[in-house]
């Protein structure tokens, strides 16, 4: 496979062959078990978050590969399967048991995400990946490509997309509960690293469970430092991407589905102080997204850090507080409040408005269980609710776009979505494409 996928060919063989086409045993174009037979998972990422995919993947089927690059972190899962081959490097346990796996989760540091999942799926494995989907906007757009080309079940862990709660919200606001919808705010409590940091001078020994230089994987080299690992990489540029990346594919889950949101028009960032290699103390993101599907025009604002916003700024009646994290939906009837990180649980404001929201029916079908949704999915080849093509890539666009934002404060980035570029803005070309040493991208 190329480096890049050729995007005019892959839409025109799309449009021939039909999206709704699919090929194969079970549905999807990857050699996969039938309903009737387990699902043999491989997990890369089996410490810390992955402990939980693997158990899922334990209990939906047969467990076939384990990777983390520290035997210390994963220790705990190493333990609970012992039977289960071990590596440190997922290229070499997709090398050598590929043909025994059919599906992989993917619980890594953001910068792994879509190297390992790129790799997986061009071998024509099904794919579980932890939000954010990838670090950048490029790496998105390729995973929404290759889930396409290939065929397979994908889903991004943003697990409240399967509550009921998230998906009555989104009922209603697809019925216009609220009315037009011009203004939209989401913030978090995040960072809860740190932030706002030059780079350490000090080199720490590197701990002997650690594979220092797999968990670096194609950022650039650096030496071991505890700032880095094993938590506050989500602060750094080559790793992570910040509160924004962090937190925004779950508090901006429901309003993303509710308002049929793509892509925006403009983005542009307030922060605190721009640092060279870290995302700011603080920031205020403003998106600009044009009509849809029969939507209002609206502005989004996202804030994080020590730029969180107040009661006030938010246009919150008295009485209401601002919640540690959550979502505001203004429309002109009323607003929708989601307080917490994943939009399941919210209300409307004014409470008059509850009385119109019991005449909207129930139209969305309810799940419940997010990894099991993509386990069915790779069983029957009806799509997970967030899947990659068709949803988890466009919510990870508009947040790395943000991101971009936060590296090129003060101007407003004219976006062109469908050809993925900054028409006013060359340099943010650097950030929305990175490149790939070689051995990290097929």
Sequence with gaps: MSHRINRRKFFRDSALA??????????????????????????????GKGEGEVDD??????????????????????????????????RVMLAKLGKQIDAVTVSTPDHIHAPAAIRAMSMGKHVF??????????????????????????QM?????????????????????????????????RPIWPQGLDRPEKEEPVPETLDWKM?????????????YYPFNWRGWYD???????????????????????????????????????????GSVVQYYFPEREGMSALQMTWYDGTMKPNAEQL????????????ALVVGEKGMMYSDGDYGDKWHLLPKELDEEAKKVSETIPRSGNHFKEWVDAIKDGKPAMSN?????????????LGCVAQRLPDRKIEWDGEEMKAKNCPEAAALIKPEFPRGWWI
């Design 239 to 281: 790793f992570g991407t910040g509160a924004l990346g962090d937190m925004a594919c779950h508090t901006l889950n429901m309003p993303y589905w509710g308002l049929k949101l793509a892509y925006p028009t403009s983005v542009e960032a307030k922060i605190t102080k721009l640092w060279k290699e870290t995302f700011p103390e």
């Design 157 to 189: 862990g943003n697990q409240g997309t399967a509550s009921g709660g998230l998906r009555r919200a989104v009922e209603l606001l697809h019925a216009g509960v609220l009315g037009p919808v011009k203004r939209l705010h989401i913030w978090t409590n």
């Design 315 to 326: 246009g919150l009646p008295e009485g209401e507080k601002v919640s540690g994290s959550g």
């Design 57 to 90: 993947c334990a209990n939906h089927g047969n467990l076939v590969a384990l990777c983390d690059v520290d035997d210390e972190k994963a220790k705990k899962t190493y333990k609970k399967y012992p039977d289960v081959p071990k590596f440190k490097d997922y």
């Design 129 to 154: 990946v932890q939000k954010p989907l990838t670090r950048t906007v490029w790496e998105a757009r390729q995973l929404a490509l290759a889930a396409k080309k290939y065929k397979l079940a994908t």
């Design 215 to 227: 968990w670096l994987g194609p950022a650039p080299s650096r030496p071991h430092n505890k700032c």
């Design 18 to 47: 039909g999206f709704s086409i699919y090929i194969v045993r079970n549905g999807f174009g990857a050699e996969s078990t039938s309903p009737s037979e387990k699902i043999n998972f491989a997990c890369i990422g089996a410490g």
């Design 388 to 400: 990659f093509p068709d949803y988890a890539c466009k919510l990870t666009e508009i947040v790395t």
